[in-house]
């Protein structure tokens, strides 16, 4: 019988087809990605071709030339020359495309994911994203920031060195902001962080558990859009990433490794985007939301009326994604 | 220098990124789709095959065997039989898959599309969607109807055989409700529906008009998401697709012919989807909401950002595209 699953925190449903729905190891994609090597002449974010970024925001050193840089976007959609004031233009609203977009390239090696780096290599990335999250909040003019990783073509990128980005807008847009005002009202109603609750539910119930650590839990949504959809929920309450202690970024670093490297083995290294997911800036500390990761491997393709409706029609049943993954070994790691 | 849009009746942005822009041609599919025989021998659809489908729910007769056949569907994801009764588990609301999933089988002929059809049969096939969609709305449970369309892999079908979707749901999702209740705020601040005043206003500048004919208005939207994103508005207030009149429609296929006739020839035959929108079931003549129709063809890939925050990095100018598409002739018509 198929049904419909609300998305307790943003109030959307989605269809879980369990007619259509394949077998979870049915989604494991056909034809892999050939291997890239270790260093490409090609690459402008390959050590040697410094020289081919922006002058970077932030090196963080090695015993080599550097183990992660921060650059602005050579090919930025935003920039930060430009005023966030907006103005009419007839009946509509536009602003000059004011915002900041910065390029975190993950590792000197072109080969390597975050599925295959060591645990501490993830923890300095997201110890990265922290410190350039924290200095891009302090300007006036910016509200949101948004870190995420596209990995593949499907995912939206063609470049293939590990690299991730942070976008920063002086926008939040409904997309964001209905969310939060939805986790607002649950908050008015209930008196708890529906994130929070969620977290209770799902330790509670552990169906679509894939792992809980010290600090985090890793689980399948129960209203899942798409097969594997995976999230990653601090057990601390707090609105934004920026607000993790060092202790708990190691931590992340490693649940965040494995969960990709899960996905990376049970599906053959399926193209995905992950995001990160903060409440606005200056809002970090409202009890009513939840910082959180969002990871979606690209492996199926929304249609018409997904597009129209926003209702997502699931072809897997997120509880067997869990248990496949709960029951997959991570990918080897691949760093020395 | 790139700018921030936002569509006036939903709130939402996206960014218009004039620096990464290509020109609008260079949308151009790469490797056309092989032509399509007009008979297949393991097409589902095609005539002879009539057993392979479930019991028709309407025919629309011809010389020949039919003109258009609209069927359940065989791998319906919802189904008439169910419950809509809502129901907890733990803490999430959840729903049998209650729901009505038909297919209209648009012309005998597996080669054709809605680009290469009369224009005679599209408005046979919007005079189909509109008895359907009537006959549907009668059910008390069933609170929204949903018409699209899916051309090619991209847009999320395999099927080949010229086909469209209706879907209807006891659900009225977030994603749908949100931008109905802007413009109802829209429509108490201003007295006047978003939608006519977009209209309005498109027609004022026309410089994102592809096509205006007694009844409609054919345009890019001034904050199009993607690449030759495209939008028919009817220039007569209503809120669902129902509404229409016969006449209505015979200008209405024509336009749809046209527009698809275009961004065919224009972008070699590009996946895309189209969907009608409605207002839900006994809101069809509510003052702040319109009915409209809207093309997207798949040529860009959403990534993380997209995913993230809903603000889309168009790498287009809408302006660009508009006036790409208005100087296109449409395909040529392949119906006899």
Same mark, same amino acid.
Not at 217 to 233: D, G, K, M, N, Q
């Given at each position: 019988?198929?049904?419909?699953?609300?998305?307790?925190?943003?109030?959307?449903?989605?269809?879980?087809?369990?007619?259509?729905?394949?077998?979870?190891?049915?989604?494991?994609?056909?034809?892999?990605?050939?291997?890239?090597?270790?260093?490409?002449?090609?690459?402008?974010?390959?050590?040697?071709?410094?020289?081919?970024?922006?002058?970077?925001?932030?090196?963080?050193?090695?015993?080599?030339? !550097?183990?992660?840089? +921060?650059?602005?976007?050579?090919?930025?959609?935003?920039?930060?020359?430009?005023?966030?004031?907006?103005?009419?233009?007839?009946?509509?609203?536009?602003?000059?495309?004011?915002? =900041?977009?910065?390029?975190?390239?993950?590792?000197?090696?072109?080969?390597?994911?975050?599925?295959?780096?060591?645990?501490?290599?993830?923890a300095?990335?997201l110890d990265?994203?922290a410190?350039?999250?924290?200095?891009?909040?302090?300007?006036? /003019?910016?509200?949101?920031?948004?870190?995420?990783?596209?990995?593949?073509?499907?995912?939206?990128?063609?470049?293939?060195?590990?690299?991730?980005?942070?976008?920063?807008?002086?926008?939040?847009?409904?997309? +964001?902001?209905?969310?939060?005002?939805?986790?607002?009202?649950?908050?008015?109603?209930?008196?708890?962080?529906?994130?929070?609750?969620?977290?209770?539910?799902?330790?509670?119930?552990? +169906?679509?558990?894939?792992?809980?650590t010290e600090h985090f839990?890793?689980? +399948?949504?129960? /209203?899942?859009?798409?097969?594997?959809?995976?999230?990653?929920?601090p057990k601390r309450?707090w609105?934004?990433f920026?607000g993790t202690t060092p202790e708990e970024r190691r931590d992340l670093g490693?649940v965040?490794?494995?969960?990709?490297?899960?996905?990376?083995?049970?599906?053959?290294?399926?193209?995905?985007?992950?995001?990160?997911?903060?409440?606005?800036?200056?809002?970090?500390?409202?009890?009513?939301?939840? !910082?959180?990761?969002?990871?979606?491997?690209?492996?199926?393709?929304?249609?018409?009326?997904?597009?129209?409706?926003? =209702?997502?029609?699931?072809?897997?049943?997120?509880?067997?994604? /869990?248990?496949?993954?709960?029951?997959?070994?991570?990918?080897?790691?691949?760093?020395?």
């Open positions: 019988m198929p049904e419909f699953r609300q998305n307790l925190a943003t109030r959307e449903w989605v269809i879980i087809a369990r007619e259509r729905a394949k077998r979870p190891e049915q989604y494991k994609v056909v034809t892999a990605r050939p291997a890239p090597p270790p260093f490409s002449e090609k690459c402008p974010f390959c050590p040697g071709h410094e020289e081919q970024t922006p002058e970077p925001h932030l090196v963080v050193p090695n015993g080599g030339p !550097w183990k992660i840089r +921060v650059v602005p976007n050579r090919f930025a959609a935003l920039a930060p020359e430009l005023s966030p004031d907006r103005h009419r233009m007839g009946r509509y609203l536009f602003a000059e495309g004011y915002g =900041i977009a910065e390029v975190v390239i993950e590792t000197p090696r072109h080969d390597l994911s975050i599925a295959t780096m060591r645990d501490e290599t993830v300095s990335i990265a994203y410190e350039r999250y924290r200095a891009i909040a302090h300007r006036p /003019a910016i509200n949101l920031i948004t870190i995420f990783r596209n990995h593949g073509p499907l995912a939206g990128t063609s470049l293939e060195h590990p690299h991730s980005q942070i976008i920063a807008t002086p926008i939040v847009p409904p997309h +964001v902001q209905d969310p939060i005002n939805n986790a607002h009202a649950y908050f008015n109603n209930e008196g708890r962080c529906v994130f929070c609750d969620i977290l209770t539910e799902e330790t509670d119930v552990k +169906v679509r558990t894939i792992e809980e839990l890793c689980f +399948v949504p129960f /209203a899942a859009r798409s097969p594997f959809e995976t999230r990653i929920y309450h609105g934004a920026s490693g965040l490794r494995r969960a990709l490297g899960r996905i990376h083995r049970a599906l053959n290294n399926p193209d995905y985007n992950f995001i990160i997911r903060s409440a606005p800036i200056m809002g970090e500390d409202v009890r009513y939301y939840h !910082w959180y990761i969002l990871i979606v491997p690209k492996v199926t393709t929304p249609a018409g009326f997904e597009l129209g409706t926003g =209702i997502y029609i699931n072809t897997s049943v997120p509880e067997d994604c /869990a248990a496949l993954l709960r029951d997959t070994e991570p990918a080897a790691i691949a760093e020395a």
